[in-house]
């Protein structure tokens, strides 16, 4: 079996390969053949060392194989993970500074740092997406590629339901709401609706019972772990479900904006300064290439959401939020169900077809669904409170716009394009004015990249 992974050259990538070591036995290592694809070999090179490292105690390791050919590394696929960076933490930085020179929210996936991520990457996105209906029609595409929600839509638009978007944020949700329980995780399912960075648990079901109203009853338990943290017990008991840890970002945009402006660099920036020096001292051949990586993990994990913690009163996370993985076991899921038809129900972004009324049956949501060798199905979920359905419904219209505008025709991009673009800022909650949208718009170079 063929697994390629497109921005096989990316930091997360030796998570991906720990995971199939994990997961692999003497013979099923054998048979798996990995293919990194990057366009940067310098960073190929340095992960490969990484990885190399990480083989060496597991003598049947999958094989791994870089290139920077795009067709080379599609051809023969059965499996693709889409986790790429258009325009890299550079192109991040400045996604997120230029909103905060407006006063508001720039955040990687939420707000007009969102916007701006989308229209940078969909046309390559969606680019990728031709190539692998030309050169391997039948590979099954799992997309880590942000935002999410609305890659995995355009992907899907040329590949249909082969396309499969995954986060590891409300798998990390319901794992610490059930530890808050006294349960154990992998016993409870979830009841959980959104979109990518949009989405709220509603219930925690352990033996047949939702135990989610004793958990908000309890506000000592509720404030026991991250997502209890950062948005309080009186605020989770008054909406009545846990909001993946994005909703801070909308619940209490003021504060979030404030802390991040008062931080030294933005999170884009932080990284980009940190992995470039991961990535010199990898590739430099000299041995602790995986000690590097572990290293530069372990500071990226503590530091994860850093501002929004800093706004709602500094504290740490729990050690075991930052053992790393989430994407890549989600991932390794979903191929094993596939592969070898074993059902599984996992949250994932998937059409909605008829799982979240209110929503048309080709958006893409982030609901528990069920894979087998035919796919990922979503499971319904039934009513949805109005004050979700009404951001859900919100962010699917600048998702929309956004896919609009990156995938405009050329001859047509002046016009349309821009106001496509401009409708998809403008229309975000988190976005306060027209007037600052068209600036952002302006300020970023995004319709140039078009």
């Keep these: 079996m063929r697994l390629t992974v497109l921005g096989g050259g990316g930091f997360r990538m030796p998570l991906v390969y720990r995971a199939l070591l994990d997961d692999t036995g003497d013979d099923a290592g054998r048979r798996i053949e990995l293919v990194l694809y990057d366009t940067d070999r310098r960073r190929l090179d340095a992960i490969g060392a990484v990885l190399a490292e990480q083989a060496e105690s597991h003598p049947a390791a999958p094989a791994v194989r870089a290139t920077t050919d795009l067709d080379d590394a599609l051809r023969g696929a059965d499996f693709i993970f889409s986790a790429i960076r258009v325009g890299g933490l550079e192109g991040r930085a400045n996604d997120e500074r230029v909103p905060l020179g407006e006063g508001v929210l720039g955040q990687e996936t939420v707000g007009a740092g969102g916007v701006l991520y989308g229209l940078r990457t969909l046309p390559v996105a969606v680019r990728i997406a031709e190539r692998i209906a030309a050169v391997a029609p039948d590979a099954w595409v799992i997309n880590f590629t942000n935002p999410a929600g609305m ?158 913690r800093e706004a709602t009163g500094g504290w740490e996370r729990d050690s075991c939020d930052l053992d790393g993985g989430g994407y890549d076991r989600i991932a390794l899921a979903i191929m094993r169900a596939i592969a070898r038809d074993e059902r599984a129900t996992l949250i994932l972004n998937v059409r909605n077809r008829t799982a979240v009324p209110g929503l048309d049956a080709d958006a893409v949501v982030e609901v528990p669904a069920l894979v087998d060798a035919g796919g990922a199905r979503p499971l319904a979920v039934g009513a949805v409170a109005p004050d979700q359905l009404g951001l859900m419904l919100s962010l699917k219209a600048v998702e929309r716009s956004t896919i609009e505008a990156a995938m405009t025709e050329a001859g047509t991009r002046t016009g349309s394009a821009r106001g496509a673009a401009l409708r998809a800022l403008a229309l975000h909650p988190l976005v306060d004015s027209v007037n600052v949208a068209g600036r952002i718009l302006d300020a970023s170079g995004a319709l140039a990249r078009l």
């Design 151 to 308: 890659v995995t839509e355009a992907m899907q638009r040329v590949l249909g339901d082969r396309v499969i978007g995954i986060c590891d944020s409300p798998v990390g949700l319901c794992r610490r709401a059930a530890r808050a329980l006294g349960a154990d995780p992998g016993r409870a399912s979830y009841d959980y609706v959104g979109l990518n960075h949009l989405g709220w648990l509603r219930g925690v079901i352990v033996d047949g019972r939702d135990r989610m109203p004793e958990l908000l009853g309890d506000a000592a338990a509720l404030e026991s772990f991250e997502e209890g943290k950062l948005f309080g017990a009186e605020w989770l008991q008054a909406l009545g479900a846990l909001p993946n840890e994005y909703l801070h970002y909308y619940y209490f945009n003021r504060e979030a904006v404030a802390s991040i402006r008062q931080a030294p660099a933005t999170r884009g920036e932080f990284l980009r300064e940190q992995q470039a020096h991961f990535y010199e001292t990898a590739r430099s051949g000299a041995t602790g290439a995986l000690t590097a990586w572990e290293r530069t993990r372990l500071e990226r994990e503590a530091t994860y959401m850093a501002e929004s």
